[in-house]
């Protein structure tokens, strides 16, 4: 039996054990927070500020390894975005720091915003530390990346068009670029989403690059917390080491598939069934695998789900 003969008969047995399985951690969190609040449609223009009830600190610092932070503005998919990062804090018992950056905090416009995400996470996890942070500035990609420079995560919202207000798409650009951790941008154009989004696989494209290799161990080490499956995207013509990457000795059900066209067309196309997609970086924020290149470009502006971006 070949190599990929094996991985296949060790996929269906762990597609057939997983289908025994409980929901997934990660399901039971985002199915709560969907039956939990409701969410606005995340392209239209957000809704009159409100007053809001709720204590936030901003004051309390919690160590950094053990805190995802994530910023928001006052466009809806904040809502979207803050509710991922939540879910993300939870699943790895970590901190929640929410990050607001304006040019003027003279109106409590940025208060009155942290307040009501604040309490739209207790909503759904009342045990998960949730701190805030209200900033004023002219960059907020730099107060943001400054924020979360030792977290564990770092989590944006992705907003379509041309609208480049304080998180807009320059700013998920420039944090996915330039953060020297994982980032997760939000991008979801269909939500709210059914409940079968929680068993949806984590997919990541492979070549033979160092930032393909991290994405991977990224991927596995998520879906391991999570609880779901791993589909790797091979690109074709990249054989050589495609035995060694196809033993993949962990316990989460992994999936393989061989890509031959575009790998930007074929990892658009698996976001649709994905709950996220992982891509690596080099030191200049792209893949040097020059087939990959362009998706670490264009995934987190189209993709179907949120894009970590790793390495």
Known sequence: MTNIDTARAETEARRHTADLRRPTRFGEAINRYLGAVGYPDPYTAPPAAV????AV???ERLPAAGVVV?????DPISCIAVDHAAIEAELHGWALRIVNVRRSGKDGAGERLLRRLTDRVHASAPSTPVTSRLAVGPDPAQHLLTEAADAGLLVVGHRR????TAFGRSVADRVGRQH?????????PGWPVGPEWG????????????PSRAA???ALAEAQVRGCDVTLLHIAGDGANLAHRLDTRTNVPVHHEIISGDPVTALLEASDKAAAVVIGRDGHGVLPGP????????????????VFQVG
């Open 199 to 210: 068993t949806r696989p984590i997919v990541v494209a492979v070549d033979d690059s160092e």
């Open 57 to 59: 600190s901003r004051a």
């Open 161 to 164: 068009g041309a609208a480049a």
């Open 180 to 188: 020297t951790g994982p980032v997760m941008v939000v991008r979801m």
């Open 51 to 54: 007053g809001a009830t709720g």
């Open 216 to 218: 991977v161990e990224f």
């Open 291 to 306: 087939l990959l290149i362009a998706a670490s470009h264009v995934l987190p502006h189209r993709a179907h789900c949120p």
């Open 70 to 74: 994530v910023g928001v503005d006052d």
